[in-house]
């Protein structure tokens, strides 16, 4: 028998109770607060991408909308790489 990992017998889940009830005695109310709240999404970034409106010729937009999902990251791409080969466009 493992003494770090037992068995998980009927009894064991007989005495089992939920997180909310037993986390506040353990590690503290905010703590367990914390712990128990619903985390959702993607985890945050440290340069979020920003929402900006842009115009874009419609031939432009329904060439890259054509290729399916994953349009705007495909825009946002080739404007990095156009970054790349256009560097004294950026601020000082």
């Given at each position: 028998?493992?003494?770090?990992?037992?068995?998980?017998?009927?009894?064991?889940?007989?005495?089992?109770?939920?997180?909310?009830?037993?986390?506040?005695?353990?590690?503290?109310?905010?703590?367990?607060?914390?712990?128990?709240?619903?985390?959702?999404?993607?985890p945050p970034a440290s340069r979020p991408k920003e929402?900006?409106?842009?115009?874009?010729d419609a031939d432009i937009l329904d060439a890259f909308?054509?290729?399916?999902?994953?349009?705007?990251?495909?825009?946002?791409?080739?404007?990095?790489?156009w970054l790349k080969t256009h560097p004294n466009t950026?601020?000082?």
């Amino acid at each position: 028998m493992d003494n770090d990992a037992p068995e998980a017998t009927e009894e064991w889940f007989a005495k089992a109770r939920p997180a909310k009830d037993v986390l506040a005695d353990l590690m503290g109310a905010d703590v367990a607060k914390e712990m128990l709240k619903p985390k959702r999404g993607r985890p945050p970034a440290s340069r979020p991408k920003e929402h900006v409106n842009i115009r874009l010729d419609a031939d432009i937009l329904d060439a890259f909308k054509d290729r399916g999902a994953g349009w705007q990251t495909r825009i946002n791409t080739a404007l990095r790489d156009w970054l790349k080969t256009h560097p004294n466009t950026r601020k000082p």
